[in-house]
């Protein structure tokens, strides 16, 4: 277990601290929460947190600085709160910092799509893209007609 304080050996700074991991599970959750309905697994599910926290790699500070905010906002933290004022204040706080909970957004939704009991849920196989590949129906190659007459963007080297 990694303290709020020790450095991950990876190049991409110090790890989120436990503070900023309960802050990030909060906000997750909230996102996506888990549908008993449809058995699906809210964001905030262990196995899809530990994929988060290890792979938030470059968007470690920027998260950071969000989860910090988030839980100043909230008066000390964000998971002291009920759920319903944790809801509000997340909303108030999103409208006005949309950049920097798209970061948050986009670390979360990357996780849980990669959780393979997500995977399977939507009709995916739970596998790597290659070798086998996916199918991709053809699509209509006159679109890219406005990029092919556009001609080259680059400066040819010499």
């Known amino acids: ?23 990030l599970r909060c906000v997750a959750g909230a996102m ?3 549908s008993a309905v449809l058995g699906m697994p809210g964001a905030d599910d262990p196995a899809i947190m530990a ?5 938030v790699k470059r968007d470690r500070p920027a998260l950071a600085r969000l989860l910090r905010g988030i839980d100043e906002a909230a008066g000390g933290r ?19 910092d949309p950049a920097g909970f798209a970061v948050a957004e986009a670390v979360i939704a990357r ?5 393979d ?5 939507i009709g995916m196989e739970p ?7 996916f199918r ?23």
């Not at 009991?117 to 849920?121: D, K, P, S």
């Open 117 to 121: 009991r997500v995977l399977m849920a």
């Open 51 to 55: 994929d988060m926290a290890s792979s």
């Open 111 to 115: 996780a849980y799509y990669r959780d």
């Open 127 to 133: 596998r790597p893209p290659f070798p086998k590949g």
């Open 136 to 158: 991709v129906d053809e699509g209509d190659w006159s679109l890219l007609d406005p990029v092919r007459d556009r001609g080259p963007i680059w400066r040819a080297s010499e």
């Open 32 to 34: 996506i929460p888990a």
């Open 78 to 96: 964000l998971a002291d709160l009920d759920a319903v004022a944790a809801s509000a204040l997340l909303d108030r706080l999103r409208a006005a």
């Open 1 to 23: 277990m990694t303290s709020s304080t020790e450095t991950i050996n990876d190049g991409w700074g110090p790890a989120l601290s436990d503070g900023e991991r309960l802050c």
